[in-house]
């Protein structure tokens, strides 16, 4: 799957988490639908992003399968410093 790139408003907020999105592939592989179904709303649009800018197999192991829907994980990590309190 392509890499999330999380948009800039995450990394001054520190969200991070996962964000579930259900996608409905072509018979080629490539994503057709992918609709975010949880997590943050900041995150949502880049995890769609990066799951409809990829091409799987039909038999993907890394999803979950539902009937010609299969619903993948994009976790984001907050990796921005946060200042230290002062003593």
Same mark, same amino acid.
């Given at each position: 799957?392509?890499?999330?790139? !999380?948009?800039?408003?995450? *990394?001054?907020? &520190?969200? %991070?988490?996962?964000?579930?999105?259900?996608?409905?592939?072509?018979?080629? +592989?490539?994503?057709?639908?992918?609709?975010?179904?949880?997590?943050?709303?900041?995150?949502? !649009?880049?995890?769609?992003? *990066?799951?409809? &800018?990829? %091409?799987?197999?039909?038999?993907?192991?890394?999803?979950?399968?539902?009937? +010609?829907?299969?619903?993948?994980?994009?976790?984001?990590?907050?990796?921005?410093?946060?200042?230290?309190?002062?003593?």
């Amino acid at each position: 799957m392509a890499k999330p790139i !999380p948009p800039p408003e995450a *990394a001054k907020q &520190h969200i %991070s988490g996962i964000v579930e999105v259900v996608v409905r592939l072509a018979d080629d +592989g490539r994503v057709r639908v992918a609709t975010a179904v949880s997590g943050d709303p900041i995150l949502r !649009p880049s995890a769609v992003d *990066a799951v409809k &800018h990829s %091409s799987f197999e039909a038999d993907y192991h890394a999803c979950e399968h539902h009937g +010609g829907l299969y619903k993948f994980i994009v976790e984001y990590m907050d990796k921005t410093p946060r200042p230290t309190p002062s003593p």
